[in-house]
């Protein structure tokens, strides 16, 4: 059986195609409009075919390796209310949301999978996209439907929401079903970070994962608008301060062997996770390369998809259109 093929725009750091990759799904063409996105991308992946460009710029017809594929994939960034990010930068989180349903007109794939918060596929705010993308998707002949998954379910050791959108070519559509959790138990914080917090021979690393023994809040990558980075916002902090973590900023290195922690002492007393901890906690892996400075590395981490939720979807669109799981290289 030939591998499915997909294109998948928004790339950012790469979670979901790599999760799209994993599932057994080939890529035609990726792309991003930031740089280091792309440096990212082309690093860990050099045989991929990744264009750095706006997807409000992309025009298909220039690239005709996006027609004829099995799946638009499209992880975009996650748009926030108006108390969190200014009206501007909002509106141009909506404008890709649109720009994605209509580069189904342009390539038709046998599939879609859209990707952002959870209230897209519920919330009140979002009525007006669900309703532009059901004319638009139903015209083309299209059955779709969303759903909420949690990327905690997948084994990925964080409690993230994403609302999910996916589309099928009419009369395959009824073969979707939404993934079932691959996990009895959740992976928690200090499971997955326990080694790591060990690598420079601090002797509390037992002691501070026994303590992080819950999944990690939704990780947050921010805005460029914004300062330095952190772990999100400050219901977020308060949660990764009862398990020791100081989550105000991200930290350079993981404690060594003369660190003290003690959470009683404040901020100064925590450990801090750094940019390879955080890929971890949204399921990438270790070998996964990131360009840029921390503040930027850190970003394209908490703004991806948790591969192992890509891989999930990617397995159930592949059985929807193939009737069984795609053929798998990754694994």
């Given at each position: 059986?030939?591998?499915?093929?997909?294109?998948?725009?928004?790339?950012?750091?790469?979670?979901?195609?790599?999760?799209?990759?994993?599932?057994?799904?080939?890529?035609?063409?990726?792309l991003d409009h930031d740089e280091l996105?792309?440096?990212?991308?082309?690093?860990?992946?050099?045989?991929?075919?990744?264009?750095?460009?706006?997807?409000?710029?992309?025009?298909?017809?220039?690239?005709?390796?996006?027609?004829?594929v099995d799946l638009l994939a499209a992880g975009l960034p996650r748009v926030k209310s108006s108390a969190t990010v200014g009206r501007v930068e909002s509106e141009v989180e909506e404008r890709l949301l649109e720009a994605t349903i209509y580069l189904v007109h342009a390539i038709r794939p046998r599939a879609v999978l859209i990707e952002n918060v959870p209230g897209l596929a519920h919330a009140d705010a979002y009525q007006r996209f669900r309703d532009f993308a059901r004319a638009?998707?139903?015209?083309?002949?299209?059955?779709?439907?969303?759903?909420?998954?949690?990327?905690?379910?997948?084994?990925?050791?964080?409690?993230?929401?994403?609302?999910?959108?996916?589309?099928?070519?009419?009369?395959?559509?009824?073969?979707?079903?939404?993934?079932?959790?691959t996990v009895r138990e959740p992976v928690t914080?200090?499971?997955?970070?326990?080694?790591?917090m060990a690598a420079r021979g601090w002797p509390d690393a037992a002691r501070w994962a026994a303590q992080a023994d819950q999944p990690a809040p939704t990780l947050v990558?921010?805005?460029?608008?914004?300062?330095?980075?952190?772990?999100?916002?400050?219901?977020a902090k308060?949660?990764?301060?009862?398990?020791?973590?100081?989550?105000?900023?991200?930290?350079d290195e993981v404690p060594g062997p003369d660190f003290v922690?003690?959470?009683?002492?404040?901020?100064?007393?925590?450990?801090?996770?750094?940019?390879?901890q955080a890929a971890l906690l949204q399921g990438f892996p270790s070998s996964w390369e990131v360009a840029g400075r921390k503040t930027a590395r850190y970003r394209q981490i908490g703004h991806a998809t948790p591969p192992p939720v890509g891989r999930a979807l990617g397995r159930?669109?592949?059985?929807?259109?193939?009737?069984?799981?795609?053929?798998?290289?990754?694994?």
């Open positions: 059986m030939k591998p499915l093929t997909f294109v998948d725009v928004c790339s950012g750091a790469g979670g979901l195609a790599l999760g799209l990759e994993q599932a057994g799904f080939e890529p035609r063409l990726l996105a792309v440096t990212t991308l082309r690093m860990n992946r050099p045989r991929w075919n990744v264009l750095h460009t706006d997807l409000l710029d992309f025009d298909p017809t220039d690239h005709p390796v996006s027609y004829d638009e998707l139903v015209h083309l002949g299209y059955d779709f439907s969303w759903c909420v998954v949690n990327a905690v379910d997948f084994g990925v050791p964080q409690n993230r929401k994403q609302g999910v959108l996916v589309a099928v070519e009419r009369g395959r559509a009824q073969e979707f079903r939404v993934p079932t959790p914080v200090g499971d997955a970070l326990g080694p790591s990558g921010g805005s460029k608008n914004r300062g330095g980075a952190d772990l999100g916002p400050t219901g308060r949660k990764w301060a009862t398990m020791g973590v100081d989550a105000h900023t991200v930290g922690w003690d959470p009683d002492l404040g901020r100064g007393g925590m450990v801090k996770i750094t940019v390879e159930s669109v592949a059985e929807a259109l193939c009737g069984e799981p795609a053929l798998s290289a990754a694994g």
